[in-house]
């Protein structure tokens, strides 16, 4: 069975950076590296926003309110997806989600809380 789970979110200051980590388990790093890797964001009351992906042959996508401050990666070998969250705002305070799919099968994580506040 696919488990995701997340770490690094927490309290910064605006300007600040953090990094999440989304290590999967129950499957080989092969497997895992054919899966699509993407990080979303839920605010309460609000659809969940696609925050950033990244496709098996490298392609990355961020949504316009992330670009240039936020960069997705992944090692292979550890099983783990990164959001690496630069000069962050008190907007992207919310509940961040790792994502991976491929056909036929996708997994989500538990969700990590970030909360940007001075």
């Known amino acids: 069975q696919v488990q995701l789970v997340e770490s690094g979110g927490g309290l910064v200051q605006p300007g600040g950076s953090l990094r999440l980590s989304c290590t999967a388990s129950g499957i080989s790093g092969i497997i895992f590296s054919i899966y699509v890797m993407s990080w979303y964001r839920q605010a309460p009351g609000k659809q969940r926003e696609l925050v950033a992906r990244?496709?098996?042959?490298?392609?990355?996508t961020y949504a316009d309110s992330v670009k240039g401050r936020f960069t997705i990666s992944r090692d292979n070998v550890e099983n783990t997806g990164y959001l690496q969250m630069n000069r962050l705002k008190p907007e992207d305070t919310t509940v961040y989600y790792c994502?991976?799919?491929?056909?036929?099968?996708?997994?989500w994580g538990q969700g990590t809380q970030v909360t940007v506040s001075s």
């Open positions: 990244l496709t098996t042959s490298g392609t990355t």
């Open positions: 994502n991976i799919e491929k056909f036929r099968s996708e997994h």
